[in-house]
């Protein structure tokens, strides 16, 4: 009797490995999936500094409904979404793209407010661009790695 439980345990464990692993796979970003988020939030960071409130707001608009459709796209693609701050030790990857996003909008617009600037507003878009495609790319990385270690 022990040995049959001890058995149907291994077999259980050996199965839910077997799903991770297989989850794993399938949470293969698309190539294009962070240029795209990366384009958005870019374009968010610039608006949001220097934009008028039209501006401000048509972007805000695009920009969620953006996101709106690239986790529509990804949870199609993989049958699953992973919230970014709630993925455990992959999160840490997400952590830092915040620290970048929040203080290159503040930064950029305090040259913008202050001095009147606005160039620092798009080298702030180009720094998150690379920024979310840094970050992202290893989220997933470091998400599949961590779906594929053992329990």
Same mark, same amino acid.
């Given at each position: 009797?022990?040995?049959?439980?001890? #058995?149907?345990?291994?077999?259980?464990?050996?199965?839910?490995?077997?799903?991770?692993?297989?989850?794993?796979? #399938?949470?293969?970003?698309?190539?294009?999936?962070?240029?795209?988020?990366? =384009?958005? @939030?870019?374009?968010?960071?610039?608006?949001?500094?220097? +934009?008028?409130?039209?501006?401000?707001? @048509?972007?805000?608009?695009?920009?969620?409904?953006?996101?709106?459709?690239?986790? +529509?796209?990804?949870?199609?693609?993989?049958?699953?979404?992973?919230?970014?701050?709630?993925?455990?030790? @992959?999160?840490?990857?997400? =952590?830092?793209?915040?620290?970048?996003?929040? +203080?290159?909008?503040?930064?950029?617009?305090?040259?913008?407010?202050?001095?009147?600037?606005?160039?620092?507003?798009?080298?702030?878009?180009?720094?998150?661009?690379?920024?979310?495609?840094?970050?992202? #790319?290893?989220?997933?990385?470091?998400? #599949?790695?961590? =779906?594929?270690?053992?329990?």
């Amino acid at each position: 009797m022990e040995n049959q439980s001890a #058995r149907e345990a291994q077999e259980a464990l050996t199965a839910i490995a077997s799903a991770r692993s297989n989850a794993a796979e #399938r949470l293969t970003t698309p190539w294009w999936y962070h240029p795209v988020l990366g =384009l958005l @939030a870019a374009m968010f960071v610039v608006t949001i500094t220097i +934009g008028g409130t039209v501006a401000i707001i @048509a972007v805000t608009v695009v920009y969620f409904l953006g996101l709106g459709v690239l986790m +529509g796209a990804y949870k199609k693609k993989t049958g699953m979404w992973i919230n970014g701050l709630t993925a455990g030790k @992959a999160s840490w990857w997400t =952590l830092p793209l915040l620290v970048v996003v929040v +203080g290159g909008m503040a930064g950029a617009y305090y040259f913008h407010a202050e001095k009147g600037l606005d160039w620092p507003a798009w080298v702030a878009g180009i720094v998150v661009f690379v920024a979310v495609n840094v970050f992202g #790319r290893g989220f997933d990385v470091a998400l #599949r790695k961590q =779906l594929r270690e053992k329990l």
